[in-house]
């Protein structure tokens, strides 16, 4: 079940191609965007990596006939879907900011709030379906859990990752930087 990181590398040449939702980016283009944003940063190689990897359950759920502009009815639970996949082969720096990265999203909201207004209208339409904002008592829940920081720094790069043409780095570079982490492969 757990996918190497040659299968990972090939899920974004063969699936991260399309749109990004309704933003104006391909799947690949927002990871490679939110990966850089990462490393510019100062981030570790695994909040990088975990960056780049955010959005796998995307790509591991996606169907052919999939249409890129359809509505979303229902939250798919991306975040979710990747973990098993990932888990044996990466260690918790990365999974745990992967797994938490939509909560923080939920927690900012909560913590912060100017921060709802500057959510794109996908991603403000995405925060509905995946339960709104934390309420006060949700707020420190969630920060007790190990590498909530961490996954609230992806997510601010997963908010600034969506700019069209942008230059970043190739795959190939984070390629590295995942090979490094693996724990077996």
């Known amino acids: 079940m757990t996918l190497s990181t040659t299968e ?3 899920l974004f040449e063969t699936r991260a191609t399309r749109q990004y939702g309704r933003e ?3 799947q690949l283009e927002h990871a490679l965007q939110c990966a850089q944003l990462a490393e510019q940063a100062g981030e570790t190689d695994a909040t990088v990596v975990a960056a780049l990897l955010h959005d ?3 790509l591991i759920a996606a169907q052919k006939d999939e249409s890129p502009d359809e509505t979303q009815q229902r939250d798919d639970l991306h975040q979710y879907i990747a ?3 990932l888990r044996g082969l990466l260690p ?4 745990e900011p992967i797994r938490l990265h939509v909560d923080a999203k939920r927690y900012l909201c909560g913590a912060e709030p100017t921060y709802w207004a500057s959510l794109s209208p996908a ?3 995405s925060l509905e379906l995946q339960g709104g904002a934390y309420s006060e008592a949700e707020l420190g829940v969630f920060l007790a859990q190990p590498f909530a920081e961490e996954a609230v720094r992806l997510r601010r790069y997963d908010d ?5 043409k942008a230059l970043t780095p190739s795959l190939a570079h984070f390629q590295t930087k995942l090979e490094a982490l693996a724990l077996l492969d």
Not at 160 to 164: E, L, M, S, T
């Open 83 to 85: 973990i098993p996949f």
């Open 8 to 10: 990972i590398i090939h």
């Open 92 to 95: 918790d720096a990365v999974l």
């Open 56 to 58: 796998l359950g995307h």
């Open 123 to 125: 991603s403000k339409r």
């Open 160 to 164: 600034f990752a969506k700019v069209p």
């Open 24 to 26: 104006a980016v391909s």
